[in-house]
Every structure is written in structure tokens, then in C-alpha cells.
DNA sequence: CCCAAAATGAGACTGAGTCGCATTTGCAGG
DNA sequence: CCTGCAAATGCGACTCAGTCTCATTTTGGG
């Protein structure tokens, strides 16, 4: 059987399947399995879209759990490889990440009036990067790919004000 | 898809037309046209390729102008604003742009082992991007599309040294 | 030519990310 | 259940891109 697959919820199933997942392949690179790389790998999991390292180190402050900085940096690097997170830009400062285990592929949209962000997901993207790499002769192993633009009520906003 | 033209030469006549459109711009936002700021569009303009902040500033120094730093920083954004240049990513640290003025947009295609970089033009993408905007309402002003892979080189280095 | 406003340079400052090192912790082998 | 040691951690110092302040210089309209 197979856990539903639920948009919203927090899936405990999934943070446990990450947990697992984690702790494998730092078995298999011959590291170590400590509490606190462990309590990284399930802050993780917990957020809801992008984050800042910051607001994740803020997060495990929160759960009680003292992870430094620098330890927080230190892990991330092998979250990325083992395919729990995945970076994504988002034009401003500091590099962010979000969680990628069990969640769909998806690219964003931007605000550059107001910073809203909205994803999307569209199959097409996609096949036209592979066949991009295709025809280099590259094999494809990530994408950076964000749209910067005025939403609706910035647009709205602005019709109302405009017109110096 | 198709090559990029003109690579290699710098066209005089393109730098001056560039020139020519930052003063203009100057002019519509009442700023001021300084020799400072002449001299880093001839510099931008000079690139080769996308380049480094602090890479435009040591160009300007060989050149004989002294441009501060914190002038060219002050100064990007508004040659960004009048599209002679163009953020990239390149996802390495640092901002980098690249000429924009008279160049066909392209994006990059990436190495992730030797960082080599390929540029490629596509025009799918361009529509396919107005239309995931157009869907959500929004009104597209920019991009950031990167493709990060293993080129044929560092596959076929790969391929002769360990068996997958 | 004059002068207010804009631009500049120098260097202080900020904040993300890294690093060195002393201490702690995981874990394999007894 | 111990023991030893390499890996991991925390701390704080450090680096470096980018920003800001402010005293001085430059621009351009009158």
C-alpha cells in the first residue's frame, strides 16, 4: 500500500520515508547518522515551500534542538545530494532551498513589485530542456528556471495610479 | 535554435549605439551623464561573455578610469534598467551579468563537473514562458533559466573510469 | 560663470557563508 | 557494556560581496 499523496498536509509517512532515505545514504558515503543531521533532515521536511538557512536554523532553535550555523551549512550540501532539497533561486538574496522528497517538480513565478510567488508545473518545460541537453550531448541533471513579472493587482494597482 | 552571431568581435559601432541609448536614458530620468559612467558602458560593452562585478571594476582600473566600486554597483542596476546588461545566474556565488544591448537572449547551459558553459537560443522557451504569465495574469519582464548537466567530455571521463 | 543637486571615492559597515580548532559523539571491535 | 578514534559539532573568528555614509567633486540649467 501506498501512502495518499495530499497537497496541503504535512505528511508524517513522507518525513519518515526521508528520514530513512537520509540515513541510507549516509551509510552508504560512510558517514555518520547523528541527532542532530537527523533533526535537520525532519525541520526540513516540516517546512511549507522555499526557506532561507536562516529561518531553518531559527526553526530547530525553536524545536529545541541547538543546531549551529555552521553545522546547519555543513549538512545541507549532503541533503542536496541525497535529493531531500533542492535550491532555488528566487532572484533576491541568499541562497534558499526546498524540500524535494516527494514533492512534484515545479518552477516559479514572481513578483518583482510585490515578491508574491506562485508555482507552476508544466510538463512541456521539461521535455524541451532534455532534448536542449539532447542535442549538446549533456545529460541533464538539474534546472534554475524562474519568470519574473507584474501580477494581476500590481497591474491592477498600477492602472488605478498611473498615467504621469 | 540557433548559433549566436558574431561572437568573438567587438562592434564599435554597437558600443557607441549603447552609449548613445544610456544617454538617452539618462536623460528621460533626469539623471546626470558623468565620464565615470560613459566609461563603464564602454566597459560593459568590451565584455566578452558574462563577467563579474569586481572583474567590470579591475577592466575599468587597466583602462586608466578610476571607478570606484561602490560607483559601478551604483551604476548596474541602472544599465540593467536601460537593457544594456543582463542578470545571469551561472549558480556559482556572486552576481554576474552580461552585455544585453544588440545581443540575442539566450540562456546557459552548464557543466556541473567542469563548469563549462554553453549558450543556447530557443525559442520555444519564449512562448511557452508568455504563456504560463499570460495564464497566471501576469505581465512577463524577465527570466532566469539555467540548465545544469555533465557535458559529453566529463561523461566520456566517467564512462572510462568507473562502470555505473 | 554660478551654484544647487547629483554623483563620486574612500572606507566603515553588514550579513551570508566558511573555516580552524578544541570538545563531543557515533560506532566498530573487543 | 566499554574503549578508542575518526567524524561531527559549536564557537567564534574570518572572508568577501554588496551597501551605506559622508565629505568632496562634477554636472548642467539658468
Redesign the pocket.
Known amino acids: 500500500m501506498r501512502p495518499s499523496r495530499n497537497k496541503q498536509r504535512p505528511d508524517k509517512g513522507l518525513s519518515l520515508q526521508a528520514a530513512e532515505r537520509f540515513r541510507s545514504f549516509?551509510h552508504a558515503k560512510e558517514?555518520?547518522?547523528?541527532?542532530?543531521?537527523e533533526a535537520i533532515v525532519s525541520a526540513v521536511m516540516a517546512q511549507e515551500g522555499h526557506f532561507?538557512?536562516?529561518e531553518l536554523v531559527r526553526d530547530l532553535q525553536r524545536r529545541g534542538v541547538?543546531?549551529?550555523?555552521?553545522?546547519v551549512?555543513?549538512?545541507l550540501p549532503l541533503l542536496l545530494e541525497a535529493g531531500l532539497i533542492q535550491p532555488t533561486v528566487l532572484s533576491g538574496?541568499?541562497?534558499r532551498y526546498e524540500a524535494a522528497f516527494g514533492h512534484d517538480h515545479h518552477d516559479h513565478l514572481i513578483c518583482g513589485e510585490c515578491n508574491k510567488v506562485v508555482e507552476f508545473q508544466f510538463e512541456a518545460f521539461e521535455m524541451l530542456q532534455r532534448e536542449v541537453a539532447a542535442r549538446y550531448g549533456f545529460e541533464l541533471t538539474s534546472h534554475f528556471h524562474e519568470l519574473i513579472g507584474v501580477c494581476p493587482e500590481c497591474r491592477a494597482r498600477r492602472g488605478t495610479h498611473a498615467s504621469h
Chains 1, 2 share one sequence.
Open positions: 549516509l558517514l555518520r547518522v547523528t541527532e542532530v543531521r532561507h538557512v536562516d541547538l543546531a549551529s550555523r555552521a553545522t551549512y555543513r549538512a538574496k541568499g541562497h
